[in-house]
């Protein structure tokens, strides 16, 4: 992320609070149960989730792995011009992996709806306040199908094989109980789009406070050697920290009490939790970032999307970065090996999920 970006994205969530008022705007998205793309059904079938909803700019997106994710607009779709263009930037101010749509075209509506369906793929995030409804208001609510929807629609699945695999294992439960497998697997974003934008903003800056996207210790951009070097030079500046970016900073009060005596804390290289502190860095530090501020186990999905923002990182890239977390936290709270700081607290293919256990951490520092 550039840092001049968090300015302008503060700039972005006032402009985007001026729409936040009712009637608001939605957003419905599909794909079809068995994988195909039909494109001269994209204007049919919708009544069967939203009823009698009035949708415009239904659009076909390529979501990644050549999947096909039809979607459309609905309520006040008056405000969608503006939502357009505001929607574009945001989504530039973002760092990758914030949509699961392959190309960017630079098209201002191809941006937008980059953007948009996104969020989907925010389902579950502790940081998340947008409600997805998965039932509708059409004959599709029978079905029930919860929250496996968006196992699929989320798009961030690359395997096919496996996708359909699951499809198949969904189709076998659905018939087992006497329903009909749906033609198309539906869920709609019933947060205004405003606010879901302002949620999205307001935790992304968040994370920039609490240093999620520091540079690591040292790094320079090029704009910054320049002065870096002018401040070397002068009286007592060398003996100075810098911040993310390598320029000099002030020591405050918060810095001279590090490691701070309660919660969590970071910066850049380095953790801190309850009075005790340890060494972290790269992918590794932004994965116990997660764990520490999640509420819930967390898959392997969940960790690919959330730290490395893609499908690129393997299941034992992942793991692997799970035991150098394991292993930080064990040196830093002098822990013996058998302890097991984040364990693996569910167990088998796609589901495999952690949870960071702070209470042995805890039970440390209390000592």
Not at 296 to 323: E, M, P, Q
Request: charged share 30%.
């Amino acid at each position: 992320m550039h840092l001049q970006e968090p300015e302008r994205l503060k700039e972005l969530l006032a402009e985007l609070q001026k729409y936040n008022s009712p009637p608001g705007l939605f957003h419905v998205t599909r794909i079809r149960f068995d994988l195909r793309d039909v494109p001269d059904e994209l204007e049919q079938g919708w009544a069967d989730f939203v009823g009698d909803a009035a949708l415009v700019e239904l659009s076909r997106d390529e979501v990644r792995c050549g999947l096909i994710q039809q979607s459309a607009y609905y309520g006040n779709t008056g405000k969608l011009e503006d939502y357009t263009g505001l929607a574009a930037e945001t989504l530039l101010c973002f760092p990758g992996g914030t949509s699961p749509v392959v190309f960017h075209h630079r098209d201002a509506r191809i941006d937008r709806n980059q953007w948009t369906l996104g969020f989907y793929g925010r389902w579950g995030e502790p940081t998340w306040g947008g409600a997805i409804d998965l039932k509708g208001r059409g004959a599709y609510a029978q079905l029930d199908l919860g929250d496996d929807a968006i196992h699929v629609l989320r798009g961030r699945n690359a395997d096919l094989n496996k996708l359909r695999g699951f499809l198949t294992s969904w189709e076998e439960s659905l018939r087992y109980h006497g329903i009909s497998p749906p033609e198309y697997i539906y869920a709609a974003i019933v947060t205004d789009l405003f606010r879901a934008s302002i949620l999205a903003i307001e935790a992304h800056l968040k994370q920039i406070d609490e240093g999620f996207f520091d540079l690591p210790p040292g790094a320079l951009l090029p704009v910054d050697v320049a002065q870096t070097l002018k401040n070397e030079t002068a009286d007592g500046e060398q003996d100075r920290p810098t911040n993310g970016s390598g320029n000099p900073q002030s020591v405050t009060d918060e810095d001279e009490r590090w490691p701070p005596d309660d919660g969590w804390r970071f910066r850049p290289g380095e953790f801190a939790f309850g009075g005790g502190q340890g060494k972290i860095s790269g992918k590794a530090a932004k994965l116990l970032q997660r764990l520490a501020k999640a509420r819930r186990a967390l898959t392997l999905d969940d960790l690919r999307t959330d730290v490395w923002g893609d499908d690129d990182c393997s299941d034992g890239n992942i793991r692997t970065h799970l035991t150098k977390v394991r292993d930080a936290l064990r040196g830093a709270f002098r822990l013996r090996k058998e302890v097991d700081p984040v364990p693996c607290i569910a167990r088998g293919e796609g589901s495999a999920a952690w949870q960071l256990d702070q209470s042995v951490l805890s039970a440390h520092t209390s000592e």
